[in-house]
């Protein structure tokens, strides 16, 4: 199931000795567009300090309580390692990260989290099924490994989800509106879309464009550049908030653009 963004914001996240605080945003890696981290602010006990943590140690989720347990105490939050969550994260910040909570690493494996690594990993109603997700996983391969390779000389970072809101669209021949919202799959916590709200040059309504159509993001200009025409996205199916996105929707979104859906095998 897919989970918007904005809904997903001031989920509880409880530790297993108590609440740590509030999600206030999502770092999402930006060559693989996948959420690797919930930034959550840990209010008066903590002194608002904010932390970030994994969907590795996320337990099952109680989303009609909006609430997120995980696998770690207060304790082990209050040692973590201190990271400013004003400015990307780095690397080297991940690593002092990982080997702080003892997670295995994420990069270099296939798919979006890596051989042996998913969402849930240190839930044991999760882990007898993590095999199947990370099979799944596989079908994210062929755009994660485009994508590492064409940054294989960047300084790999995270992205604040929220920061991204508001950035402007611009297709292969012209402006076609800014990002609303984000679509995030609850499993393996992929970004799965962009909502994009057309409204500036057309009457208004909201479509979806994949993260793995983007052509080139330009992020001091705050603008992203798909590989569509904006015809063809002015004629997509319109995305309704309000109703439950399946399956068939996203199916019959593929196939008016003429594209293999992501949930298919990976040619």
């Not at 002015?234 to 109703?243: I, K, M, R, S």
Request: with cysteine.
């Amino acid at each position: 199931m897919l989970r918007s963004m904005n809904d997903l914001e001031n989920y509880t996240v409880g530790a297993t000795d108590g609440d740590i605080g509030q999600v206030t945003d999502f770092y999402f890696d930006d060559q693989a567009w996948v959420i690797r981290y919930l930034v959550v602010d840990a209010g008066s006990w903590l002194s608002s300090r904010k932390v970030l943590i994994s969907p590795i140690s996320i337990n099952r989720p109680t989303w009609s309580q909006r609430r997120l347990p995980v696998s770690i105490t207060q304790e082990q939050v209050r040692n973590s390692p201190d990271i400013d969550t004003d400015k990307p994260v780095s690397r080297q910040h991940e690593i002092d990260y990982h080997r702080y909570y003892g997670y295995p690493d994420y990069a270099g494996g296939v798919g979006v989290w890596g051989e042996g690594v998913y969402p849930y990993l240190m839930d044991p109603a999760y882990a007898s099924s993590g095999l199947g997700r990370a099979e799944r996983d596989k079908t994210d391969e062929q755009f994660a490994r485009a994508e590492r390779a064409q940054h294989r000389n960047d300084d790999p970072h995270l992205r604040s989800c929220k920061a991204v809101i508001g950035y402007h669209i611009h297709a292969t021949d012209g402006d076609i509106g800014h990002v609303q919202n984000l679509l995030i799959d609850e499993e393996s916590w992929a970004i799965r879309y962009m909502v994009v709200n057309t409204s500036n040059w057309w009457l208004g309504h909201l479509v979806l464009i994949p993260p793995q159509w983007i052509k080139d993001i330009n992020w001091t200009d705050e603008s992203v550049t798909v590989n569509l025409l904006r015809d063809a996205i002015q004629d997509a199916p319109p995305y309704e908030p309000t109703d439950k996105l399946n399956r068939e929707h996203e199916a019959d979104l593929y196939g008016y653009y003429g594209r293999v859906g992501y949930w298919e095998p990976t040619p």
